[in-house]
Every structure is written in C-alpha cells, then in structure tokens.
C-alpha cells in the first residue's frame, strides 16, 4: 500500500533567499551586531561602522542613503544544537543590493504587489519591512506578489542610485 496523501507541507519563502532567477547584485559584508542572533537573514541593512565594510540593523536617524540591502543566506553559518541559525558578529554575511528576495515582515501588515517599500528604523521591529510610510526609511524598491508561510513576503530591491 503506498502513502497517497502527506499532511505536511514545506513553507513558503525562506527569509534571505532568491524569489527568483532576475537579475541581482550580491556585496559581501560583515555583521556589525555585537550581539549574537540580532541580524538575520531576510532583514534590511544599513552601512555599519565601517561603511562598505559591514552592515547594521538599522536605527532612528538613519536615512535611505545608508541602505545596504537585505541580508542573504549563505552556506557558511550552521544551525547550532538547537536548531537555530544565529549570525555572530564580524560574520560575513551577502548583502543583495538589488534583485528579488524573500523578506521579513512586520506582523499585522497584507502587502500588496506594488506597494511601496519602507525599512523599519527603530523598536523591536527594527530591520523589518512595510508598507506603512510611518514604518521608516523608504527603500528603492516594492512588495511583489507572493507571500510566504509566516512573517515572509516578496519583494523587488532596485538600485538605491537610481
């Protein structure tokens, strides 16, 4: 007899990974959080203490010029015996500077495709991404059209230069 049906179903979009084959710009940087597990995949990053060196959460004061970009998985970190990923510092981590990537989301929102994109700067919520103007620093970009399992949706980065 053979197994017909599966209740389990893997989840949607995993927070710092490529929605897509578009076109797209990774940097490496180092992780500028003193704290272990603060930055992780999927956040926005801003220039860090050492700028084009590493990379921050981002905090009041900071503006869209000093977006780096969404924090990409890589093949370097291991879950540890936990089973959890948790970036240390001076870690090196991929920054996308522009493409299409799963992110992280402030709990309560339903993006849209083409809503506009802004990086939380402040609280607890603070490298995560919105649609609320109030929500932050604007980022070049927008929200696409997929949403992920969870705190997980789709958005498009474009060049912050531009």
Request: net charge negative; no cysteine.
């Amino acid at each position: 007899m053979a197994q017909l049906s599966y209740a389990y179903q893997a989840p949607r979009g995993a927070p710092g990974s490529l929605l897509d084959i578009s076109p797209y710009r990774i940097d490496s940087r180092a992780n500028g959080e003193k704290q272990t597990g603060k930055l992780k995949y999927g956040m926005g990053a801003v220039r860090g203490s050492s700028p084009g060196s590493n990379v921050a959460l981002p905090y009041s004061g900071v503006d869209a010029s000093h977006f780096e970009g969404v924090v990409m998985t890589g093949l370097t970190t291991e879950m540890d015996i936990d089973g959890e990923v948790a970036l240390r510092e001076f870690a090196t981590v991929g920054v996308l500077r522009y493409g299409s990537a799963w992110v992280r989301i402030v709990d309560g929102i339903d993006p849209e495709y083409g809503d506009p994109l802004y990086l939380v700067d402040s609280g607890s919520d603070a490298g995560l991404f919105t649609n609320d103007p109030s929500g932050g620093i604007a980022v070049n970009g927008r929200f696409g059209r997929e949403r992920g399992t969870g705190l997980v949706h789709s958005v498009d980065i474009y060049d912050q230069g531009a």
